[in-house]
């Protein structure tokens, strides 16, 4: 049983750069594959960066070259660092985690946080 809480999110100009955190309580933590996910406003949620138990990543499209994602084990912590941000980068951001596999869907991911509101303004 993981329990996940997103910080980080914020209002930022476009080209500007934010730093999500998310804190996992629980056990086992680096048993966990660990993601993100975004939804904005009338969309569906959707992939965003996920990083596997030792370190290898997956990233959409959209974001590849401005996203990392990375994982501390030793803290419990994941982070997505956001550089040239953009307006549709705006939404709000879910960490998610996985016991099974570094899935790019919804349905691989077994905890999710609440999320924290990313807004880009132009």
């Known amino acids: 049983q993981l329990t996940l809480v997103e910080s980080g999110g914020g209002l930022v100009q476009a080209g500007g750069s934010l730093r999500l955190s998310c804190l996992a309580s629980g056990s086992a933590f680096d048993y966990y594959f660990m993601g993100w996910f975004r939804q904005a406003p009338g969309k569906e949620r959707d992939f965003v960066a996920t990083?596997?138990?030792?370190?290898?990543?997956i990233y959409a499209d959209s974001v590849k070259g401005r996203f990392t994602i990375n994982r501390d084990n030793a803290k419990n912590a994941v982070y997505l660092q956001m550089n040239s941000l953009e307006p549709d980068d705006t939404a709000v951001y879910y960490c998610?985690?996985?016991?099974?596999?570094?899935?790019?869907?919804?349905?691989?991911?077994?905890?999710w946080g609440q999320g924290t509101q990313v807004t880009v303004s132009s």
């Open positions: 998610a985690a996985s016991g099974s596999r570094p899935g790019v869907r919804q349905n691989d991911y077994d905890y």
């Open positions: 990083i596997a138990r030792l370190g290898s990543t």
